[in-house]
Structures are given as C-alpha cells and as structure tokens.
C-alpha cells in the first residue's frame, strides 16, 4: 500500500527508503538512551570498548 501511495516502482525502493529512516531513528534513540544514563559523547570513530553498568 505505502509503495502505491508513494509511486514507487518497485518495493525495493520503499523498503530502502524506510529501512534507512528506521535504522537513523534507532541510532537516536539509543543515544539519547545513553546520555539520560549518563553516558560519555559518543565518537562513532572510537566506540567504548565495554559498557558502563550502575
């Protein structure tokens, strides 16, 4: 239904398109997760190597 409505022509597109906006959307909730736990500022270069547990 989505890929009708958007004019998609293939559900490949969509599908992309939503995949790519999910994945973005998870990256933020975990680290808004993260600094209300009281994490550090996140360097995508240079992960943690272990988790902080409290």
């Known amino acids: 239904m989505i890929k009708e409505l958007l004019g998609h022509a293939h559900i490949g597109v ?12 998870q990256r933020q909730a975990i680290d808004a997760l993260g600094h209300a736990l009281g994490g550090q500022d996140d360097d995508p270069d240079n992960p943690p190597a272990a988790a902080v547990v409290r």
């Open 14 to 25: 969509t599908a992309g398109v939503y995949a790519h906006v999910r994945l973005r959307l």
